[in-house]
């Protein structure tokens, strides 16, 4: 375990002059304190001169030719930290950065747009990247250097080494940035594909035959260490499984979510997920954990339990629902960013994990009798071992093999594993809890607020549709501005940062999502207002993609455009999806074209690397396959809506009104004491039904 010293010891170094906060008093402060990040403010002491990023920032750089030290990384970032300490709270390192160079810190969360840039560059370099990224480039930011987590002499040597050859051979070192920077931008380059057919459905087939040789059938994901939770992998599978009636698929979503809830990656004690594990088994996690994550898995729980029942999957989107609610709620309705790997141990010292592990003395004193069961329910065993007398509780048995093993109801079971676990919270919440990164994202509420709209639409619980609409109408009254854009980023009452692409299409999509349960007419119509005006200042029509940055921002070499789906899907597919639902519903605007275009321009790589593009592959089922409009009207709209909306039918889209509604598929279908519901594809209708068992019909029709 990696250790480092207490936070309340790395803050005795800082820039500039005496600074006092909290009653500490500080050697050095530099320009960072002004920042509201948490990440940003974490740094705000080092001895390094570090400023925030901005235009003027460059401008000082290019007025004192100076090369630029661009550090990135993110408050909940183990090695993050490591670097800190062995680094950047050095003396000897600050004299070297400040000499020599212009230092920039930045919160890649905050700023993704220039994290995209320079993480691109640094593989282009290496071959590999992560944080914290660690960039040298020229004035005007054109990178030339890089790399990852540098222990301090290996640090102080490069950096001497590269302000030496700016000095002594500058047109090499320009030429070498220059050369970088036209790659960067090659690589980022999406043509339009006019002459293309649109996917096939025989096509996908292979694609997801080739993408599954590298399925781990036993324990789940992918056959690799570490191993990450892609939900919007496994989300496409679900989906295509159903559609296309793939048992085996389905069996192989079952095996990889029952897994990642079995295993360490998973909080047992206090419910939520950490963002992944460093082995092959989901056992021993990198223990931070992530709004963005749990949102979305919540929202593949919930899916993954309406199409099964398991009541396993129903727990684990409650206790992460509970974990958000408990740990990451802002009394204003919207959701903190992250919790921090490290936190302090019993020594006081920075440890990763230490909040979340265990000894067996610990457990055996604490659980007494119950020891016994809970220790074969957990593994604490060579299985559940991790390191240093510590273990991370992984299941790897059913409640019903364990029940039958100690003879015991499984009520009696689960009642008895359920005690020992309130047991262990109300003791864990003793210690010093993981560093909270209290900053608001735009994008990553966006996930949660989907998350929790659909945990209310197959789960049916109230409460989360509450808190679903608490956090819509924080993002509404926070982050949306006048003129109809948004920001990024909001924290003590202050919003700021414009909003990228990611921002504006999550959003739309929460807020399609909330209209469909709720019915009220105002979230669809934000989200269309939305993406009007993603059109109008992030479309590019040289590409038929969306830019990441609007045209209101200063671009960096390039104006990116994300196609990747990674961890969180890409921005360009959520907004095709996003154009093909609204598609359904304005039939007389481009929007379908739009996103049929979209998906053209990028399908070639499909069948090589299918699982880089799983969200963009619902597209093609959607293109292929029949996509419902459900139009639901008449008194009992909204508890039929309920009733059709808690079945798993991923290619629709629900509408619902009492009366008369403004969307044109609600109008003119309003009969006197009665709900009729219609059925459409395109806008044509079958007949008009009143049960929900006559609409799953007429879908199967």
Known sequence: MKKMLSIAVTCILAFSCEHKSNNVTHQYTNDLIHETSPYLLQHAHNPV???????????????????LVISIGYAACHWCHVMEHECFENEEVAQVMNKNFINIKIDREERPDVDQIYMDAIQMISGQGGWPLNIVALPDGRPFWGATYVPKDNWIKSLEQLAQLYKNDKPRVTQYATDLANGLQAINLVEIEKDMELFSLEE?????NSWSQYFDTFLGGHKRAPKFMM??????????????????????????LTRMAYGGVYDHVGG?????????????????????????????????????????????????IAFVKEELLDES????????????????????????????????????????????????????????????????????????KFNVPISELRQQIETSLQTLKKERNKRPKPRLDD?????????????????????????????????????????????????????????????????YATLIDAYISLYEVTFDE????????????????????????????????????RRSIEVDDNVISSSNSIMATNLFKFS???????????????????????????????????????????FYEIAIVGEDYKNMGQSIGKQYIPNSLLAGTEKEGSLGILQNRAVPDTTLTYVCMDGACKLPVSTVEEVLEQLQD
């Open 272 to 320: 939520g997920f950490s963002r992944y594990a460093v082995d092959t088994k989901w056992h021993v996690p990198h223990f931070e954990k992530m709004l963005y994550d749990n949102g979305q898995l919540v929202s593949l729980y919930t899916k993954a339990y309406a199409v099964t029942q398991n009541e396993l999957y129903k727990n684990v989107v409650d206790a992460s």
């Open 439 to 503: 900053k608001i994202l735009t994008s990553w509420n966006a996930l949660m607020l989907k998350g929790l709209v659909d945990a209310y639409r197959y789960l049916g619980n109230d409460s989360y549709l509450q808190l679903a609409l608490k956090n819509a109408n924080f993002l509404e009254r926070e982050m949306l501005k006048d003129d109809g854009s948004l920001y990024r980023n909001h924290k003590e009452g202050k919003s700021t940062i414009n909003a990228f692409l990611e921002d």
């Open 333 to 404: 309705g919207g959701f903190y960013s992250s919790l921090d790997a490290d936190s302090l141990d019993e020594n006081g010292e920075l440890e990763e994990g230490a909040f979340y592990v265990w000894t067996e003395k610990e457990l055996t004193e604490l659980l007494g009798k119950d020891f016994e069961v809970f220790q074969d329910y957990f593994n604490i065993n060579s299985y559940g071992f991790w390191e240093e007398e510590n273990y991370v509780l992984i299941r790897d048995k059913s409640d019903d093999e364990i029940a039958e």
């Open 49 to 67: 001169d570090w400023k925030a990023w901005s235009p003027e920032v460059l401008e000082l750089a290019q007025k004192e030719d100076k090369l």
């Open 522 to 557: 105002k979230w669809f119509q934000l989200a269309k207002n939305l993406l009007d005006y993603t059109q109008e200042h992030f479309w590019d029509s040289t590409s038929g993609m969306f830019f990441y940055t609007s045209d209101k921002d200063q671009s960096l070499i």
């Open 584 to 626: 359904k519903l304005y039939p007389e605007n481009n929007y379908g074209a739009i996103a049929k275009q979209m998906l053209k321009n990028v399908q070639k790589d499909f069948i090589r690397r299918g699982q880089g593009f799983s969200n963009w592959l619902h597209l093609v089922l959607y293109f292929n396959r029949d």
């Open 204 to 208: 996908l087939e292979v694609t997801v």
């Open 231 to 256: 939900p919007n992998n496994w989300d496409f599978l679900l989906h295509y499984a159903t559609s296309e009636k793939k048992p085996e698929l389905m069996e192989f979503v079952d095996t990889t």
